[in-house]
């Protein structure tokens, strides 16, 4: 009875491939219908026939958390995106409901992710092969860094799909698809623990991105989409090599492939190397950040892209820049990281701080101000991790979630006025005010929240970031100058998102198009008021984030300075070395050799010959 | 003795379809339909206009080549008496391999062939067989271990092509391209040949594995026999460029692949140029494999590199030029051949890995560039065939899945995931920076941006622009053939692109039979 | 390496000497008497007419490469038969396959119409 029980199991797969198959819409005939569910179940059977069914044990598993739960958030927006091309497009009602219910499922499903504190070591972690003969794992967790960022993402991209649907009308179907791929593509790059697992994340945000840019951007689309296109490619290049090479490195130490964050994060490279594979990491992150003087590609996306897409990439896509250099920069080339950091500071402060800032000021176009604004806040999420402080890494993390929501709602508020006027020249516009009062009581809300007002989110970022870099081993005597550099950095953010509130909303009406506005309609405001809400609870009570983050910088910062002083003793050294395990929580799922340490020795054995 | 045709069933297979499917074309009632000739007369073929049968026919043979390969692979070939035929063929994991790629790539092309040759009312019988009798010159090719057989298979191979590319004999263009390619192909033969001719003077053998041991044996100082074998070995190397269309061998490629109708240029840049890396990576790891031959100092690695960074960089950049799709995919196939190339220097420090890696490249890219044509023709119909970008413009929004097809195609053969041409050129970038040949694979990674560009550029004009008014357009043909052999190779992409792990095992089992 | 290739050398060197001694003598020494009829294209005594090149039904080189290909099959079949007993069944059924794959060819030359010489 037990076998019967089994097999009927193993079954259930097939069965509800064929199901699926049999009431698929397409055809009518019985026959056609069961030939389709028969094609359906093969298929099933040829996929789980190539899965490999290699057992992982993970070293321990946290009983209170349930291990798919990072799966089911990462994998529900993919598969609906694949679910999404079989949907008609004749129905685009249909279309949207899906995919808002579907972003809407994976964002409640984030919300369990809080339901734990966020203690040393990684969370919901869940480990498998996925091509055993490379080394490579499917392993997935996150700490309270990373939770941060999943959690800004799911709630950014309903917000952004919801306002492109009251503005994009046509190809609905392609824009469905574009944003769950994205969406799960990035919760997929948040969570992963597997550098080349990361690496096919970060690829796979390209092509929907750019085809969200291209298709319904505005007038220079294409050029635009073929810059962010080429200079994201660009870095990611770079860095496939280095983690090759690191890969490689480790397999001739200890004799078996693995692209595991955990395992290659023990490797002690020699000066050269670890720069160059610091260098190939580090282009690729700030290309994406971006910072001066990769930033061109940014200021074009943003003005081409359609408001949905602005708010993705400024409120997820430019973090997952600063995610990737905390986590892989940071984390694998402390030596590097370390010795670089004042001269990268210097940078961000000049030309991220300052330029951006300057940028911001002179520009004609409001969204073109915001997009330049961007490479000024990001300015500062860089200073604080290149301070390395427990402060400063802290506000940097704090400066990313406001800059998300400050930013995605800024752009989202641009948006509005773009619907209605079709322009964003700050020059057709002033005394809006007078027609539109909550709109632009909501506009001076969010602009308090970037500029860095107290009791807005902004300022808390700011100031811890601020604070750390003023104490900053790793900026030794450039500390005090940078952070008297950012802290003027924050006058100048006041003077230009201040300058252009005054000329768009106050003042007189003068331009007779501007008189028939209707104020922000209830589709906006509903996707405004969750961003508007939290920047004064992040303002006010910015200990909910901070307790969470608190135990992940700690470490980041004490894995910082441990691993210079690794790099520092080993300096001199022409081989890699590998540093010993430390243990603990933060090396739970590390790689263990596989029984035979390569594939394909293992299958000649029995092999011919 | 039965073992022994079983070992070569494959072969076989393929060789007595082809000849079934002779017999089908001749005995087989004629079409009502067969306008086809240029002048319009009435033409009495009895394999005229039955595209769809004979390409169903042949592509169930070539399939079941396909099968018979996997049906060998698994029953363990070294136990079936392949002695008697070795050292001419050798029945290895390693030609299977091949062979069931092979067999694969020209199924599908033989599929695209049916729809394209109707809808284009060129719908000559003997295309099909002309496919069916190349593809068992290049399974021949992936067994030759003899630089005879090598020679034989090649020219089976490379003569039912010939005949493929001049199929439409109204086009002064098919003409030219037919003829450029048979006079190179014909040349390119006879330096290999004078190759062969001096590596017998010089060693004796005939058999690649005796010239490996011959030149084993060779002592290092200079010699009239060591110059030979080197000059041999160039003279050889250079006819196989031209199969494989590396730069500077490639003038004829891209005129070549422009003029021929569609499904044979699939065919040209799948299976041929798969079958001739089968038999370089076997002469060169075989006959040259001695450690001297596979130096930096003297030998066949920096030839290698050079082709390969000359392939790679002037492809790639004459390719972001064109203004016609074809051509571009034409240059880029040189442009892969240049990464494979890399992945054979990396054979000089790790034989196995590296032809591990080459092997599933090809098969990840036969696929790709194969569904990449289908998706071309797909694209087009007898009005107006799809060929330059510009006929693609609004194609996304107008035929929604030819686009999206076409799109997944581009992007394997751009290297994201979750494709299979991602892993394939990880693979191959991982076995040449395993062999420390890290210059060479910078300059691979920066072309595959330079790549970037050009197979960005299919997918701006099909969804993010619109055609010019008033201009003709190409409106997508309807063909269950061409359809079908487009899901047969989406899926494969996409199932090589998540799941790897199995085809990377048995690149990696491949491998090590070769050696 | 030369040694073993000197005697060709020497025959490629002698036979070159010996053809431009008799050209040049005969060219010096040969008296020159030329005439119309003897500048004239020599063709099996008929005077030649029409274009200098003419295009050859292409029937012509089809039945001349049948011929070439039936004929080879002579050659393969010869040494077969010569090592009969040698090569037992492997033999028989490799050269069975042969004549099957040329009685196919010939099947399908016949149906297509390469071997009608009219129409």
């Known amino acids: ?609 | ?515 | 390496m030369v040694d073993s290739y000197l005697p060709m050398f020497l025959t490629f060197a002698i036979s070159l000497i010996a053809c431009t001694v008799m050209f040049t003598f005969g060219h010096f020494l040969g008296p020159k008497n030329p005439s119309p009829a003897k500048n004239m294209p020599f063709e099996c005594g008929n005077d030649t007419e029409g274009a200098k090149f003419t295009r050859m039904n292409v029937k012509f080189y089809l039945t001349a490469i049948l011929f070439v290909v039936f004929d080879i099959e002579v050659v393969f079949i010869y040494p077969w038969a010569v090592l009969f007993k040698g090569l037992g069944w492997v033999g028989f059924a490799t050269m069975l396959m042969f004549i099957v794959s040329l009685l196919v060819a010939l099947v399908y030359t016949w149906k297509k119409g390469g071997l009608e010489w009219e129409s």
């Open chain 2, 1 to 515: 003795m039965i073992d022994l045709f079983i070992a070569l069933s494959p072969l076989l297979t393929v060789g007595f379809g082809g000849l079934l499917l002779m017999l089908a074309e001749a005995l087989g009632k004629p079409a009502n339909n067969t306008g086809m000739s240029p002048d319009g007369a009435v033409v009495v073929d009895a394999g005229a206009g039955r595209s769809e049968e004979l390409g169903l026919l042949a592509t169930v043979i070539l399939f079941s080549g396909a099968a018979s390969s996997m049906g060998v692979w698994l029953a363990d070939p070294a136990t079936l008496g392949v002695e008697l035929v070795s050292p001419w063929l050798q029945v290895d994991r390693y030609s299977l391999f091949f062979s069931f790629i092979l067999c694969i790539s020209g199924g599908l092309c033989t599929l695209l062939g049916g729809g394209y040759l109707e809808e284009h009312k060129i719908d000559r019988g003997e295309f099909f067989t002309l496919v069916v009798f190349s593809t068992v010159g290049a399974i021949a090719l992936g067994f030759a271990g003899d630089l005879l057989t090598v020679f034989v298979a090649l020219e089976t191979m490379s003569l039912g092509v010939y005949c493929m590319i001049g199929l439409r004999r109204s086009s002064p263009r098919a003409g030219e391209a037919a003829l450029k390619y048979f006079l190179l192909g014909s040349f390119a033969a006879a330096i290999m040949m004078f190759g062969a001719a001096l590596l017998y003077a010089a060693t004796g053998h005939t058999d690649l594995a005796g010239i490996g041991a011959f030149v084993g044996g060779l002592g290092g100082e200079a010699s009239g026999e060591t110059a030979m074998v080197i000059v041999g070995m160039l003279l050889m190397l250079i006819g196989m460029a031209f199969k494989i269309s590396a730069v500077p061998f490639h003038m004829w490629a891209p005129d070549a692949y422009e003029g021929a109708p569609t499904p044979t240029t699939s065919f040209m840049a799948a299976a041929v140029k798969t079958a001739a890396f089968a038999v370089l990576l076997r002469i060169l790891l075989i006959a040259f494999g001695d450690p001297r031959l596979m130096s930096w100092g003297a030998g066949w690695p920096p030839v290698m590199a050079c082709l390969s960074v000359l392939s790679m960089t002037i492809a790639n950049v004459i390719a972001g030029r064109q203004s016609s799709v074809k051509r571009m995919l034409a240059y880029s196939s040189i442009s892969h051949a240049g990464y494979l190339l890399m992945g054979v220097c990396a054979a000089m420090r790790l034989p196995e890995e590296a032809s591990a890696s080459v092997m599933f490249y090809l098969a990840g890219y036969c696929i790709s560039t194969i569904g990449a044509f289908g998706a071309l023709i797909l694209c087009g119909s007898r009005g107006k065939e799809a060929v330059s970008y510009a006929d693609l413009a609004g194609i996304g929004r107008r035929h929604p899945a030819a686009a999206a097809a076409f799109a997944l195609f581009v992007i394997s053969l751009a290297g994201m995931p979750p494709t299979a041409g991602f892993f394939g050129k990880l693979y191959v970038f991982r076995a040449t920076i395993d062999a420390e040949l890290y210059s060479l694979a910078i300059i691979g990674l920066l072309n595959s941006i330079v790549g970037a560009y050009y197979y960005m550029k299919v997918l701006v004009f099909m969804y993010m622009r619109e055609p010019i008014p008033g201009a003709p357009i190409a409106i997508p043909m309807r063909s269950s053939m061409v359809v079908s052999a487009l899901i047969i190779a989406a899926a494969l992409v996409v199932a090589i692109g998540v799941l790897p792990g199995a085809l990377l095992e048995m690149a990696a089992v491949a491998a090590a039979a070769l050696s």
């Open chain 1, 1 to 609: 009875m037990n076998a019967l029980r089994d097999a009927g199991i193993e079954m259930i797969p097939y069965l509800i491939a064929f199901v699926v198959g049999y009431l698929m819409p397409w055809r009518k005939e019985w026959f056609e219908r069961f030939a389709v569910g028969s094609v359906a179940a093969l298929s099933v059977a040829f996929v789980l026939g190539l899965w490999p069914d290699k057992a992982v044990e993970v070293a321990e598993t946290r009983p209170e958390e349930w291990g798919h739960l990072l799966n089911l958030i990462v994998f529900l927006p993919l598969i609906a995106a694949i679910a999404v091309v079989f949907l008609p497009r004749q129905s685009p009602k249909l279309l949207k409901q899906f995919t808002m219910v579907v972003l809407g499922v994976d964002f409640l499903a984030s919300l369990a992710l809080l339901g734990v504190p966020m203690s040393e070591g990684w969370h919901f972690q869940y480990v498998t092969e996925w091509v055993p003969s490379l080394g490579i794992r499917y392993h997935v967790a996150i700490d309270g860094i990373s939770v941060w960022l999943v959690l800004l993402s799911t709630l950014s991209t309903p917000i952004a799909l919801h306002v492109s649907f009251g503005s994009i009308k046509k190809r609905t179907k392609e824009l469905c698809f574009a944003f769950l791929m994205l969406h799960g593509a990035m919760m997929g790059a948040f969570v992963s623990l597997d550098l080349f697992l990361f690496f096919v994340f970060w690829e796979l945000m390209l092509v929907p991105m750019i085809l969200i840019i291209g298709i319904w951007g505005g007038v220079e689309k294409i050029k635009a989409s073929y810059k962010f296109f080429l200079y994201t490619m660009a870095g990611s290049m770079m860095m496939l090599a280095a983690i090759l090479y690191m890969a490689w490195v480790f397999h001739s130490i200890e004799g078996y492939w693995t692209f595991d964050y955990l395992a290659l994060k023990r490797l002690v490279l020699p000066e050269d190397a670890a720069f160059w594979c610091f260098a190939g990491f580090a282009l690729a992150f700030l290309i994406k950040v971006p910072m001066f003087p990769f930033h061109t590609w940014l200021p074009d996306a943003h003005v081409q892209a359609p408001t949905g897409g602005s708010i993705i990439l400024a409120a997820v896509l430019l973090k997952l820049g600063t995610y990737g250099y905390i986590r892989f920069c940071m984390g694998m080339f402390e030596g590097p990281a370390w010795e670089a950091s004042a001269t990268l500071a210097g940078v961000a402060v000049a030309g991220g701080i300052f330029y951006g800032a300057l940028c911001a000021w002179k520009q004609s176009d409001i969204k073109r101000l915001v997009a330049y604004s961007s490479v000024a806040h990001l300015g500062f999420v860089m200073l604080g991790l290149f301070s390395g402080t427990h402060a400063g890494v802290s506000g940097a993390i704090v400066q990313m979630i406001n800059h998300g929501i400050s930013t995605g709602a800024l752009f989202l508020l641009v948006g509005v006025i773009y619907d209605r006027r079709h322009t964003r020249q700050i020059a057709d516009f002033g005394g809006l005010a007078k027609v539109m009062p909550v709109y632009t009581a909501l506009f001076v809300l969010v602009t308090m929240a970037s500029v860095g007002v107290p009791g807005t989110n902004g300022f808390v970022g700011e100031f811890m970031v601020i604070m750390g870099t003023m104490v900053s081993d790793s900026l030794g005597r450039h500390a005090t100058p940078a952070a008297v550099g950012a802290s003027f950095g924050v006058i100048l953010a006041a003077l230009y998102m201040l300058s252009m509130v005054q000329r768009v909303f106050f003042g007189p009406l003068n331009n007779p198009k501007n008189e028939k506005l209707t104020d922000i309609n209830s589709r906006e405001l509903v996707a405004v008021a969750p961003l508007v809400a939290l920047i004064f609870v992040f303002g006010l009570f910015p200990n909910i984030l901070l307790s969470r983050m608190n135990d992940s910088v700690g470490a980041t910062v004490r894995h910082l300075a441990e691993g210079r002083i690794a790099y520092e003793a080993h300096a001199g050294a022409t081989t890699a070395k590998l540093r010993p395990k430390r243990g603990g929580p933060w090396e739970a799922g590390h790689p263990s050799p596989p029984q035979v340490a390569d594939v394909a020795v293992a299958l000649n054995a029995g092999a011919d010959k």
